[in-house]
């Protein structure tokens, strides 16, 4: 029974009165809306009034856009709502997270190498104003998953670590700062990742730990914000075969099931043992993870019969509100289900205030003074993992000319943070006196790869200087270093012999990959405050001070040499 006088509703008897005759009223049809969680509509390409007084949705989620556009459509959609939409973004790293003018404050990681709270503080701080300017009013994020596996593709510089205290105490900090400008943390992605080493958007994972291992880490920081009270958690498309079996002994293989239709995982293990009274969403249901499970058809009551109580995006929006719908004319789905969801929903909005709160007429974003703040991150954050041969300082005099080369800086993979590095890294190092060679991709030298030696190297540059900016991404199966496959001509095979140095702005696991290099950095963020505070360290301006929140070694004894 949902009793909303608890955590983390805290209403009271006419409050709660008030919500409980609404539901009743509602249509069929309107509460089917409220539990679907749909993807943020694009003006241009659709009436956003027309789309709203269709599908009722309880919430949307946008991607970033300029912020007069984002503004005017969270408005116009919140306006033709009967009912206070929730507007999320993934606020993960910043404002940029909801608008295209937003501040890339850092990833979660690089705040965590600062080793200070403060800095997480500000990153939901940061994220929370930029994002309530324009109307937006819940966060996907924290997220609180642990960083297990450096194989992992989609969890790595998005968390606090692999350290689940360290984890808690960023995350604290996050939500504090979202929750001061009216933004509504969700966590994520239970019942955990970063255990697999592979992609929900490609597949069920599996958080593959005992009972009693997944207690202390994940359990543990998920039994903290709920006894803080959080108000929302979103679920993922992850398997927890030990739980599973423990809440149903004897329970086939065939038979287990990830969180997002697992009535064991959510009922059982988050709702009844973690004690969870909150608002429990899905993570986004066009994943392959997702849709592997079950026919849709089958799978979208499911997760609702689960305990789950919205169900972030469509594929067909019409099919599957006709896929819930049929579920309760057959009776797969009970309406008083249903009816409890909805009323969890309503009441998590009113316990956010989201019945009271008026959007912001004037649009400031401060983001100078957010940069700032960024810049404070990097300049904390950036870590020197190795300098073996004392490479560092980087000065002309030492080496005049190097040659660059950068790997990644690619848009492939999808909803990226960043962008190109290559063009800032060159330009600073450029006005620094130094004449720097991009290494060309696109265009090989098959002398060199075939036939030239050390000599004829070093009558070319003095040094060279490898920047990685491989990000993680949704559907992609791998952040590791990819040489050029004909030979792999832009590996550096001279290290040994001419100075090398190499520097990720993303992935902070590549001396896996590369465990000879004589000096490594790492910057787990490649906006131009991280590019700025490296460059500054290089050259022996500034000391590094950054503390690496992951094992930079992957358990590799060459890597340390």
Known sequence: MLDLTKKPYHLTKEQIKLLQDKVKSMTLDEKIGQLFFVIGQDEEQMDITEFIKTYRPGG???????????????????????????????????????????????????????????????????????????????????????????????????????????????????????????????????????????????????????????????GKIYQTFIDQGINSIMIGHILQPAWERKLSPG????????????????????????????LAITDATPMIGYNSILPREELLPATINAGIDMILFNKNIEEDYAFIKKALENGTLKLERVEEAVLRILATKMSSGLFETKLAETLELHTMEHAEKAAAVAKKSVTLVKDRDQLLPLTVERYPRIRMVVLGDSDDGGFKEGGKVSDI??????????????????????????EEGVAEMKDKFDLALYIANIETASNQTTTRLDWIHLMAADAPWFMKSIPTIFVSTANPYHLFDIPAVSTYINT??????????????????????????????????????
């Not at 697999?196 to 994940?218: A, F, G, K, P």
């Not at 890294?425 to 450029?430: E, I, S, T, V």
């Not at 696109?442 to 790869?449: G, M, N, T």
Request: hydrophobic content about 40%; aromatic content about 10%; overall charge negative.
């Open 60 to 218: 949307m989620m946008y991607r970033p856009a300029p912020a007069e556009k984002i503004k005017r459509q969270l408005a116009t959609a919140q306006e033709a709502s009967d009912i206070p939409l929730f507007f999320s973004a993934n606020l993960e790293s910043g404002g940029n997270g909801i608008i295209t003018e937003g501040t890339w404050f850092g990833m979660p990681m690089q705040i965590a190498a600062t080793n200070n709270a403060t800095h997480a503080y500000e990153l939901g701080n940061v994220a929370g104003y930029e994002a309530a300017q324009v109307g937006c009013n819940m966060s996907f994020s924290p997220i609180v998953d642990i960083d297990m596996n450096f194989r992992n593709p989609i969890t790595n510089t998005r968390t606090f670590g692999s350290d689940q205290e360290r984890v808690i105490e960023m995350a604290k900090a996050q939500i504090k700062g979202l929750e001061k400008n009216g933004i509504l943390p969700v966590i994520k992605h239970f019942p955990g990742d970063g255990v697999d080493e592979r992609d929900q958007h490609l597949l069920s994972t599996i958080n593959s730990l005992s009972v009693d291992e997944w207690m202390h880490s994940y």
């Open 251 to 278: 329970l086939q293989d065939s038979e287990l099931r990830p969180a997002s239709a697992s009535k064991r995982l959510i009922d059982g293990l988050l709702r009844d043992e973690l004690g969870f009274n909150g």
């Open 425 to 450: 890294f060159l330009r600073q190092l450029q006005e620094l006196g130094f004449d720097v060679t991009l290494y060309d991709r696109q265009r090989l030298d098959f002398h060199e790869i075939f």
């Open 524 to 561: 787990y963020t490649g906006n131009k405050a991280s590019i700025d505070a490296v460059i500054r360290k290089m050259t022996g301006s500034e000391a590094f001070e950054g503390m690496s929140p992951v094992d930079p070694f992957c358990g590799d004894f060459t890597a340390k040499l």
